[in-house]
């Protein structure tokens, strides 16, 4: 598996009648956009049950850091198997756990001694993080952003305000005591990004801390260093700046959520590294263990404060999962980050040059392997490109490269960190022949609308 290659009609026989048993069988609340039946993968590539290959610049979510299947990693989660596959770690001890423990606490940005909270998911990493914040600060409300994703479970839905069908029919159950605050977007504010900036902290000093919730009942500010399910926006360096500026005046908490940007996709091990943000809490999962289950809080050892038996998991830091968290930590350190920065900025020129001859292309922007393309009707006023998005997402899955949206009208390129500068040039041809087919059939074809 070198390179895409389709060779039936998509989907094929055998990925037809696995999508039937599936429609059958399955939870219909699953969002897939194509109908990719994977049956193995190796690095950047995989191949479905008809034997098309595909380059996958999705990676399962950001979550397959290492590629599919890297050998140390299978490796680290076959000796493991081999030795026990599960004791739990809300009643027993075991090594893996806290070994992993120590790595994260020598390598997340926070100042000091650090503890670690192990789950299953990134949605359970937030829930602990929320949990805790609440717990220690003795405080009751919690400041999230729109377009925000934290999770769907009940508790980290409050947080969430990526999209109402994420929270349509479920009722007024989720976190109570969550305010929402707008997200700096420096693409999409009239008067550019500072602005954005401004319009965030006069909501939270002058409206919310104002007249809606005093500063000094805030346990925890939760926050995507860079929004992830909301359109990977990435704010100014001020916004982070000022944030950390507003929580220490108030006491408030900062947390986190690098469960989509951490973990070396940005070409750092945590995104917030580039803003200088110190949080007091980091919430990870998807890329941590290169597709195993794991979810992780880790926050200042000062925090934990809690009692035994205030909050648990039974599998949550099952140690084949440790393991395979060890491992990619081990990789990203090894190569994949700089990797990431390389690539990743390689593909971004690569983007920005698709920008300059397709007019559907209103904002390219990244950092490392995590990567923005903001489609727009018209340059000029900005419309969305919502149907257009999904139009070529579909026609770059015909060419034998998997992508993913994000937000309305952004497609996002979250591929595994070990990509290759020649598997950067396959997406970006496929991308250009998408473009130009969308384009087409818009009418805008390939000229630039400024």
């Not at 809300?90 to 120590?102: G, I, R, S």
């Not at 359109?231 to 500026?245: D, E, M």
């Not at 940007?261 to 263990?289: E, N, W, Y």
Request: aromatic share 8%.
């Amino acid at each position: 598996m070198s390179k895409p290659q389709i060779k039936t009609r998509l989907p094929g026989p055998n990925a037809r009648a696995i999508i039937e048993r599936d429609a059958r069988f399955v939870s219909p609340s699953y969002t897939r956009g194509y109908p990719l039946v994977i049956a193995r993968g190796e690095g950047a590539m995989v191949e479905d049950v008809d034997g098309n290959c595909f380059l996958d610049c999705a990676a399962g979510i950001a979550t397959n850091s290492t590629g599919h299947s890297h050998p140390d990693v299978v490796s680290a989660i076959t000796e493991q198997a081999h030795r026990y596959l599960h004791m739990s770690g809300t009643d027993f001890y075991y090594d893996p756990q806290v070994t992993l423990a120590e790595t994260l606490d020598r390598i997340v940005p926070i100042a000091g001694p650090t503890k670690s909270f192990f789950g299953n998911s990134g949605a359970e990493a937030n829930e602990a993080a929320l949990k805790l914040a609440r717990y220690h600060s003795k405080r009751s409300f919690v400041v999230a952003f729109f377009g925000a994703f934290h999770g769907r479970t009940m508790g980290a839905l409050g947080l969430t305000a990526s999209k109402a069908v994420q929270r349509a029919g479920f009722g007024p159950t989720t976190t109570p005591g969550v305010f929402h605050a707008p997200y700096p977007d420096p693409y999409r504010h009239p008067r550019g990004p500072e602005a954005a900036v401004d319009e965030c902290f006069e909501y939270l000093e002058d409206r919310l801390f104002a007249q809606l919730v005093p500063p000094d009942e805030v346990a925890a500010i939760v926050v995507e260093p860079i929004q992830g399910e909301g359109g990977y926006i990435i704010p100014p360096t001020s916004f982070f700046q000022r944030l950390q500026a507003l929580a220490s005046k108030h006491g408030i908490l900062i947390v986190a959520d690098e469960v989509q940007s951490g973990m070396g996709r940005t070409g750092r091990m945590f995104a917030c590294q580039h803003f200088g943000l110190q949080p007091d809490m980091v919430t990870m999962a998807k890329g941590i263990a290169s597709g195993m289950p794991l979810g992780v809080a880790t926050g200042r050892a000062a925090l934990w404060d809690w009692a035994p038996g205030a909050h648990a998991s039974t599998f949550g830091g099952n140690p084949v999962s440790c393991a395979a968290a060890l491992a990619t930590i081990r990789l990203l350190e090894g190569s994949l980050i700089e990797n990431a920065t390389r690539v990743g900025a390689y593909l971004l020129d690569g983007l920005r040059a698709l920008q300059e001859k397709h007019s559907l292309i209103g904002d390219v922007r990244g950092r490392g392997l995590m990567i923005g393309v903001e489609l727009v009707r018209d340059r000029q006023t900005k419309e969305r490109a919502v149907e257009e998005r999904d139009q070529v997402v579909e026609e770059v899955f015909k060419r034998g490269v998997l992508l993913l949206g994000a937000g309305r009208n952004v497609i996002r390129f979250s591929p595994p960190l070990l990509l290759t500068t020649d598997q950067a040039d396959m997406a970006l041809a496929a991308l250009d022949e998408a473009l130009g087919v969308v384009g087409r059939v818009r009418g805008q074809g390939a000229t630039v609308r400024r």
